[in-house]
């Protein structure tokens, strides 16, 4: 029995409605079964696919369920203002990787890393010139991650994080890869690392400048 529901993905035991049938697929026998979640604000019908494990037995394992809908990843608002292209790439390799497209998903979070480090560093540059301030953003856009992050980044801890991020998203983009025992969940973590620190640093500014002396 599936202990998720592929809809509304919270921890459920779904109800069985009674109604399966066999079938074969790729000459390998299959049953389908209708469930129902019991989750009252999903409520919702979705078949569970069971494959026979060996053609000799009658034991049947749980492939998946259908049809499933994407989870979508919520970022704060303060990641929002950070970064909107962000939060919009991050979402793209989420959907990416829960359809199992994990070769795209992985260049896909290293993209959304970039946008976030880069629009990070422009959204501290103290530049009143406006002219200037322009040239400086646009020096950022062109200079290589791993460059703007040792050069721009001035919070040690954000500087660290995002450098080891930075390195196993480079991995999922370049053809030799280097860090052989990390993959796209060690990436993941590194960029919510990152993302909190971030989001420590802004919250703190903000509350500085909200409250910049104590009261009498
Ligand atoms: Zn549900």
Redesign the pocket.
């Known amino acids: 029995m599936p202990d998720q529901?592929p809809?509304?993905?919270?921890s459920?035991t779904p109800k069985d409605q009674g109604v399966s049938i066999s079938f074969e697929s790729g000459g390998w026998p299959c049953v389908e079964r209708l469930l129902q979640?019991p989750?009252q604000k999903?409520?919702?019908l979705f078949i569970a696919r069971y494959f026979r494990s060996q053609p000799q037995t009658v034991v049947y394992f749980l492939r998946s369920c259908v049809p499933v809908e994407l989870k979508v990843v919520q970022q704060s608002a303060t990641i929002l203002r950070v970064s909107p292209d962000f939060c919009s790439i991050y979402q793209d390799a989420h959907k990416a990787e829960q359809h199992g497209l994990l070769l795209v998903a992985g260049p896909g979070y290293r993209k959304a890393l970039e946008f976030l480090i880069k629009d990070y560093i422009i959204g501290q540059l103290k530049e009143p010139d406006p002219e200037k301030l322009a040239a400086d953003k646009a020096t950022v856009e062109k200079t290589l991650l791993g460059t703007c992050i040792k050069t721009y980044v001035k919070s040690e801890q954000i500087k660290e994080i995002a450098k080891r991020a930075a390195w196993l998203g480079n991995d999922e983009t370049h053809y030799v890869r280097k860090w052989e025992d990390k993959d796209l969940k060690d990436l993941k973590k590194l960029i919510s690392l990152t993302l909190h620190w971030i989001e420590i640093e802004t919250l703190t500014l903000e509350v500085i400048a909200d409250m910049p002396e104590g009261k009498v």
């Open positions: 529901c809809l509304c993905h919270l459920v979640c989750n999903c409520n919702r």
